[in-house]
């Protein structure tokens, strides 16, 4: 690696850390457009430095598109509060008015002799990290550094302002000037990953490292720390895809498609490095994420599969207690909305469990299924009887009440039930009666048996 | 004669001109439990943060124990309407009961040992010590309100402002926090609770502020919370004073 790749390398990489943190305040307070709003209308604000200055000056020229930036922020609220329009339609008429005012700028400015090329403009808008040079580092470095300490000294007060702004005024912090504080940093952070990946783009740094974050952590701090490291690996992937230094690696580019195509810009694979890692966690994060949250369905589907087995075969055999008669699966057929290949996979699953033994007939009880079975009977039973005698349900009503919510009760409902009707001098401990008829074809039990 | 909890004087409130509450006069006693009992637009919950300066006053003034709100923070509790905050935000019951003393920790310093503590015991008291680090999307409406109560006890204060608090939960937490409620003006502090459930107003509250874009009445229970005086406050709105303030809101014809 050269040494500009490592330039390159530690601008975006830090860049993209200390967006990434900011960027979480933004993201979790429905402000995610303000990134957005920032970045374009801090164009008019460098046409305008380097009008002034007449020179391309960096400082100077990030200083014009922090103002502008913030004006369009201010402008917004404004906006919102002195006429009835609502704060989304506001972000985009402030963002394209300040936009386009900057393409009219730029204009000017490439018309005078010159001036394009030296202004370098177009670097602004679409970005070009791999311009980089060593002071553009050094910048990003001190604007980084100095960022996170204000995001580490007012980290109890950004907190409290993110979550509960009313609360924090009625403690007596001045919620306008840490608001400031905060958009302030964000904008100067803005404004500063401009040159590396554009206007367009700077959007995404922001946002993308704190919605990925959120998936895997439900603090705040964690948070925080986990969005930096998140806005840093893009910036190091997207840097190393784009010198080359992956293939170099691979002995192979795994961004040729054709022979032609090398040399991608920086800032966007960056971006794409950040989107992957936010869909990687939108499928595979634990809790919040896709693929867990399929898991989880289908295992309480499955579960009440299971359970309803049990019980329909407890309530078939219940006449003839405590034997196990065996039951034909096409009894069950009837009990249940089960398609017979569904009842039958059904119950090799459950005799591979040890609950269920299979017969020629169909299945029966084992000894362990039996207790189970018992246990969910009583919960569904208790649970029944709830429903009946605090809820005015009808008792033909209950049965089906009871069985979408059962499945779901903890240990703690069901003993709080128990306690209640045990109050009432129901039983304890043992299997309540049904409330209810239970249907049961005649002769159950016996005609599998007699067969 | 030490100074009043709380005393307004002549308040009245504007939303984007249109004045909702008008001229509203009161005292409320030290060591006093308070319902603020008015129908449905009567200006219950924008009396109470307009108390707290969350939204400008038109006119009037209004003193916490005889000085202005912005002195007496330290002595003031808030616990604002459940539905104010976006409970999926990543913080654990534990982190919520916390914010309630950073007032009294100031710029920088971060919460330690000794808050900690405290805001445990805070917890304890409104029976969720076991829910303490999970994250709060993961309570239920009543467990959510408990730890907005713990944040408030954890503010240590005098006086204390409710936002419905027993809005959206189970009878049995109504009774808990009822309890508390009464257990901190037992140890007496000041307690005022917008309150929407007349059935309970008798029961709960020693003294009553009955509203309805204006004063109706305020006193102790016993004698304020009349038929009379509820037939005044229930009974229709002015419809004068809506028109009026519509007219204020228009501004001058044209």
């Known amino acids: 690696m050269t040494f500009l790749t490592w330039i390159v390398l530690i601008g975006t990489s830090l860049l993209g850390s200390v967006a990434g943190v900011l960027g979480c305040f933004a993201v979790l307070r429905r402000r995610a457009l303000v990134g957005d709003l920032l970045s374009h209308a801090a164009l008019p604000g460098l046409c305008l430095a380097f009008l002034v200055l007449g020179q391309r000056h960096f400082g100077g020229m990030l200083f014009g598109a922090f103002c502008t930036g913030l004006a369009g922020v201010g402008l917004v609220t404004l906006v919102c509060r002195w006429t009835r329009t609502k704060e989304d339609a506001a972000v985009g008429i402030v963002l394209s008015t300040f936009f386009g005012a900057g393409i009219v ?4 400015i490439q018309n005078q002799e010159g001036g394009g090329a030296k202004a370098g403009l177009e670097s602004y808008i679409y970005g070009q990290a791999a311009g980089m040079v060593l002071q553009d580092v050094l910048w990003i470095a001190m604007v980084s550094a100095a960022a996170l300490v204000v995001v580490v000294l007012l980290f109890k007060e950004f907190k409290v302002l993110s979550f509960d702004p009313a609360f924090a005024r009625t403690q007596g912090w001045p919620t306008l000037a840490l608001d400031l504080a905060m958009m302030g940093t964000l904008a100067l952070v803005t404004v500063t990953g401009l040159p590396a990946v554009g206007v367009v783009l700077m959007a995404a740094m922001l946002i993308l490292p704190g919605a990925t974050a959120r998936f895997w952590t439900e603090r705040l701090g964690p948070m925080l720390v986990l969005s930096g490291i998140l806005g840093a690996a893009p910036g190091t992937i997207g840097t190393l895809l784009s010198a080359g230094v992956v293939a170099g690696w691979l002995g192979f580019d795994p961004l040729a498609f054709g022979p032609t195509a090398t040399n991608l810009p920086t800032g966007p694979l960056i971006v794409l490095s950040g989107t992957a890692l936010f869909l990687f966690s939108v499928l595979f994060a634990p809790r919040r994420g896709a ?22 075969l407890y309530e078939l055999s219940e006449p003839r207690l405590p034997d196990r008669p065996a039951i034909a699966v096409e009894q069950l057929l009837t009990h249940r909305a089960w398609r017979a290949w569904q009842a039958r996979w059904l119950v090799r699953w459950m005799s591979w469990l040890g609950l269920v033994e299979r017969t020629p007939e169909g299945a029966r009880l084992s000894e362990s299924g039996l207790g189970k079975a018992r246990g969910l009977v009583r919960t569904h039973r208790l649970w029944e009887r709830f429903l009946i005698e605090r809820a005015d349900i009808a008792p033909d009503h209950v049965d089906r009440d009871a069985d979408m919510i059962e499945h779901l009760l903890g240990r703690e409902i069901v003993d709080a039930l128990e306690e209640r009707l045990a109050a009432q001098g129901g039983p304890r401990d043992a299997v309540p009666q049904s409330p209810h008829e239970i249907r049961r074809t005649k002769d159950e039990g016996r005609m599998s048996k007699d067969k | 004669m030490p100074p009043p909890p709380l005393e307004i004087h002549d308040m009245t409130v504007a939303y984007h001109r249109k004045p909702v509450l008008w001229d509203i006069d009161l005292t409320v006693p030290e060591g006093s439990l308070v319902g603020i009992v008015g129908p449905n637009g009567a200006g219950k919950s924008t009396a109470l943060i307009s108390v707290l300066g ?24 808030y616990v604002p309407q459940r539905e104010s905050v976006d409970w999926d935000f990543p913080v654990t019951a534990m982190d919520v009961v916390l914010m309630g003393t950073y007032g ?8 330690g040992a000794a808050e900690r503590h405290a805001a445990r015991l805070c917890l304890a008291q409104v029976g969720m010590e076991a829910q303490a680090d999970r994250q709060i999307r993961q309570l239920s409406g009543g467990q959510q309100q408990r730890v907005f109560l713990a944040r408030a006890l954890a503010q240590d204060a005098r006086i204390y402002f409710m936002d419905e608090p027993f809005a959206g939960v189970d009878a049995s937490t109504e009774q808990a926090i009822v309890r508390l409620l009464q257990a901190l003006r037992d140890g007496g502090k000041t307690v005022i609770v917008v309150h929407h459930d007349l059935q309970t107003v008798a029961d709960y509250f020693d003294h009553v502020i009955l509203l309805n874009m204006r004063l109706i009445a305020s006193g102790p229970t016993a004698t304020t919370f009349t038929h009379e005086n509820l037939h005044k406050a229930y009974g229709g709105r002015l419809t004068i004073l809506d028109e009026a303030a519509e007219a204020v809101r228009r501004g001058p014809a044209p």
Do not use: D, F
């Not at chain 2, 003193?63 to 330290?74: F, V």
């Open chain 2, 54 to 77: 969350l939204i400008p006053l038109a006119s009037g003034r209004v003193e916490i124990y005889g000085k202005p709100y912005a002195r007496q923070r330290h002595q003031v509790g």
């Open chain 2, 104 to 111: 009294r920790l100031g710029w920088i310093r971060r919460p």
């Open chain 1, 291 to 312: 693929v867990a949250r399929l898991w989880a369905a289908a295992r309480l589907r499955s579960t009440t599969a299971r359970e309803n087995l049990l019980r329909t």
């Open chain 1, 105 to 108: 700028l730029s204009s000017v």
